[in-house]
């Protein structure tokens, strides 16, 4: 570290910073967010434009794990699908020439909606029910788990869709024969159950589908789902795909929501807690940021900087080199002022001439010949930074006209021996 001042007293200031400077810094930070905040727009817009339901199987969705594909597939082969919600669509919808096909195993219906939702249209098409429903229709059956590593599953059986198909991927569940003469079982897995069981319930056929692979758009193509799926669901004219919904809880009465049971006072409660917040991060935000220093200018000698640095080099040892710094730093200063190198060579007679000393005296106090490898005391090195200090004082005085000694300095002109 070097003294930056070239006068006897230096003086550094700081403004508080002004709106305008505070924007100007933050005008990079702003950009950054502009474009951040555009681009999740960009995104939300993109990914908004399809219609993509994160619902497993949903008939609109054609994300992987949707059923749009099949939906779209029968349309196209003359089947009229209709998409419906609630319990009392359906029974409105079906008829003799309709197949049936409830989409969950809900919690929605109890279990006179199950079976009556069950006996609706010419066939019904059950789509991975779980225990209570299969139980609420009096099957006495339960669901298994598929094995992942099962391979593809054949047909096995004479249910003209499933022979057609051949072979289907083998992901979903399984259900065993429920204890009936009119039940037969297709692709047979490895733990013995079936990925579709087909029962013919006093006429009106019921199949109960457990590898849901045959409608999901990711999986529809593998092996002979897309013909499994076409053939089980394209059997009639119509095809009713129910997803039993908030509608179909039981009473006349809906459930009362959030917004219902609130009392009315709570938001604007809200709204206004976010204004004064808002507010309140406005007032004192400022003080999360930088530290700011007002101007208050602060006056500091020189000789006090030069001594205070000599002090702190001796401290740690580095004498020689706190030597050096102050050499440097005072022939750099009296070079600019001369208008020579900052050598000690160069400025020795110059410097000698213009303050009255010896040229020997010059030398050893600008020279570093003498400190190199020496260690020097505390007293020593403030000698030396006085003794510098005195002598930029006189060449200046020489070479400006006059300038008045610091109070703390001595009415000496010669050097501290």
């Known amino acids: 570290m070097s003294t930056a001042s070239t006068s006897a007293y230096y003086t550094r200031s700081y403004e508080t910073p002004t709106l305008r400077n505070s924007l100007k810094r ?6 950054v967010a502009a474009i951040a905040i555009v681009g999740a727009l960009l995104t939300t817009f993109a990914t908004g434009s399809v219609s993509v339901s994160g619902d497993d199987l949903d008939p609109n969705s054609p994300a992987p794990n949707g059923a749009k594909a099949v939906v779209s597939v029968l349309d196209n082969e003359g089947v ?6 609630s319990l009392e669509d359906t029974k409105r919808l ?32 059950l789509v991975s029910p779980g225990f209570s429903t299969l139980q609420s229709l009096g099957y006495g059956i339960g669901p298994g ?68 692979d045959v ?25 009713i795909w129910y997803t039993p919904g908030i509608d179909d809880l039981g ?38 940021g930088p530290l700011t220093v007002e101007n208050l200018p602060v006056t500091v000698k020189a000789q006090e900087t030069m001594e205070g640095r000599a002090r702190m080099y001796a401290a740690a040892g580095a004498s020689g ?51 190199a490898s020496d260690r020097l005391s505390d007293g020593a090195l403030i000698d030396l930074a006085r003794n510098l200090q005195l002598c930029e004082d006189i060449v200046r005085r020489t070479i400006t006209g006059g300038l008045d000694r610091p109070p703390h300095q001595s009415n000496s002109d010669s050097p501290v021996e």
Request: proline residues 5%; contains cysteine.
């Open 145 to 212: 788990q598929i094995q992942a590593n099962q391979d593809p599953l054949s047909a096995g059986c004479s249910y003209g869709p499933a022979k057609r198909a051949g072979t289907i991927s083998a992901t979903g569940v399984s259900y065993p024969l429920p204890d009936a003469d009119d039940a037969i079982g297709c692709f047979e897995t490895d733990d013995g159950g079936f990925g579709i069981v087909r029962i013919d319930d006093g006429g009106h056929p019921v199949t109960i589908l457990g590898v849901t």
């Open 251 to 288: 009473g006349e009465e809906v459930p009362d929501t959030l917004a219902d049971l609130t009392p009315p006072w709570v938001s604007p409660a809200i709204i206004l807690a976010m204004i004064a917040a808002l507010a309140a991060a406005i007032w004192r935000g400022r003080r999360l």
């Open 80 to 85: 009229t699908v209709h998409l419906t919600q």
């Open 321 to 371: 080199h706190a030597a050096h710094s102050l050499r440097s730093g005072s022939m750099h200063r009296m070079a600019l002022l001369i208008g020579v190198s900052p050598t000690a060579e160069e400025l020795t007679p110059v410097v000698a001439t213009l303050t009255g000393w010896p040229q020997a005296t010059v030398y050893s106090l600008l020279s570093d010949d003498q400190t």
């Open 26 to 31: 933050g005008r990079f930070w702003a950009i």
């Open 94 to 125: 079906a008829d003799e020439n309709t197949t049936v096909l409830i989409a969950a195993d809900s919690y929605y219906l109890d279990e006179d909606q199950i079976i009556e939702a069950a006996t609706l249209g010419a066939s019904t098409v």
């Open 215 to 239: 409608l999901r758009n990711e999986t529809i193509v593998d092996a002979g789902n897309a013909a499994l799926a076409l053939g089980l669901l394209g059997e009639h004219d119509n095809l």
